[in-house]
T-cell receptor, first 112, second 117 residues
Framework: RKEVEQDPGPFNVPEGATVAFNCTYS??????FFWYRQDCRKEPKLLMS???SGNEDGRFTAQLNRASQYISLLIRDSKLSDSATYLC?????????????FGQGTTLQVKP | DTGVSQDPRHKITKRGQNVTFRCDPISEHNRLYWYRQTLGQGPEFLTYFQNEAQLEKSRLLSDRFSAERPKGSFSTLEIQRTEQGDSAMYLC???????????????FGPGTRLTVT
């Protein structure tokens, strides 16, 4: 089983739609979770951290379910500019490192 | 620009040649990471520095790869005797964090795209 799994998509949605991405992780000891956004041939950029209580930033809402080892990202009122790959990211705790494990990414294409 | 910078942005080399990439992290960040990304995949962890100490290396990092961060500031990643399978985007990231801490957000540089012909 992969350490972080995402549905690669692509998700093709019209402008204004609500879309949700899911991600599962295998290490129950993981403690930090993030969503990154990556545009084509660009570096990943932090979209938001994911907190246990869930958090919202404008049109974006992230949820964490520790019992099911599951993270989600909800995008409301999709814009053309939201078209990108969304990477689910989980830390692997150890004594010395804060290395991150990235999912494969979910591609979103928002169409007019 | 106070973000993470990488040089060069693109590198084309012939199989068997050595290449070296440089990363300059955000100035106050004490942690530095190298990742590799191939098409259609998320970045894969290669190695990690806490200040000048290299604290972890992935099994992906063969003996042909070496990384340094001599003064705890910039870092270099060298690949010796390049192979076609080394073609990828090499990403550098930096963050804050003490040894044993995790959860700090990592900020990525623009990457160096390596093509081995």
């Amino acid at each position: 089983r992969k350490e972080v799994e995402q549905d690669p998509g692509p998700f093709n949605v019209p402008e204004g739609a609500t879309v949700a991405f899911n991600c599962t992780y295998s290490n129950s000891a993981s403690q930090s979770f993030f969503w990154y956004r990556q545009d084509c041939r660009k570096e990943p950029k932090l979209l938001m951290s994911v907190y246990s209580s869930g958090n919202e930033d404008g049109r974006f809402t992230a949820q964490l379910n520790r019992a099911s080892q599951y993270i989600s990202l909800l995008i409301r009122d999709s814009k053309l500019s939201d078209s990108a790959t969304y990477l689910c990211v989980v830390n692997i705790p150890s004594s010395n490192t804060g290395k991150l494990i990235f999912g494969q990414g979910t591609t979103l294409q928002v169409k007019p | 620009d106070t973000g993470v910078s990488q040089d060069p942005r693109h590198k084309i080399t012939k199989r068997g040649q050595n290449v070296t990439f440089r990363c300059d992290p955000i100035s106050e960040h004490n942690r530095l990471y190298w990742y590799r990304q191939t098409l259609g995949q998320g970045p894969e962890f290669l190695t990690y520095f806490q200040n000048e100490a290299q604290l972890e290396k992935s099994r992906l990092l063969s003996d042909r790869f070496s990384a340094e961060r001599p003064k705890g500031s910039f870092s270099t990643l060298e690949i010796q005797r390049t192979e076609q399978g080394d073609s990828a985007m090499y990403l550098c990231a930096s963050s804050l964090g003490a040894v044993g801490d995790w959860g700090y957000e990592q900020y990525f540089g623009p990457g160096t795209r390596l093509t081995v012909t």
